[in-house]
């Protein structure tokens, strides 16, 4: 049943049978076979096709999800208690976006390696709107990123004040731009908008240290955040609307006690 019940939450989560069965490694005609399982132990339907790919959770679905999700949180909680008497690591996964990883992480590092627990830390890089839906899959632990956006499973802290600057060679015409759905861009966009600017000439780079790689190399121009910039590029400030907060996100759903405890302590510490 937990097997199904893995799968049944996958697919609630990502609205597609194919999405679901890449992220639990096993095939599409299981991850359906897992799914009709479920609909005759239950004797109703689950999700409606809407179209080629996505489905749509029935109301009995979303009834059966908040309570298959607290089932599996208990059962792996029971898991790690267990394993801990013969594997005393606790897996703890952070996801960060480009610059809050390169500013915020190296201070957040030592502070949770002081923490008597033999965390097992692993650390992913992904843009911001990424980094919310791991956490909001329940895929990572704790997420830092440069956007104020949440869902209803996800609650964000105001962890850090940061600086956005126009930086690199300010006369260029090559505009360096971060992709969409990172922090940096909707900033990008919203220079653009009230410059009346539209570039001609602008690279899209989903990666934060090439752009400033490219900048020391004196290629073009972008909207960066100052804390990350190196001293030898120039750069102008921008008015205060390019002020911007870095965020840590927590799931509102149950977790390890050991993670909870170090994530309440991390709010503690560094939230503003």
Known sequence: MFRLLTTFITVYETRNFSNAARQLFISQPTVSNHIQQLETHFDTQLFIRNGHSEVIPTEIARRIYDKALKIMNDWTAVEQDVLSHHDPKVPFK??????TGAIFLPKLIPFILEQDINFDIQVQMHNSDQVLELLSQHQIDMGLIEKPIVNNNVVSHIMMLDQLVLAGD?????????EAGSGVYHFTQQYFKAQHLRPEKQIMIANNDIIMALLNAGIGKSIVSLNALPKDIPYQELDETFNRNFYLLTSRDSKHPMIMSTLNKIIAKFSL
Not at 170 to 178: A, D, Y
């Open 94 to 99: 952070i996801a960060v976006s480009h610059t």
């Open 170 to 178: 300010l006369g260029n015409k090559l505009w360096l731009v971060r």
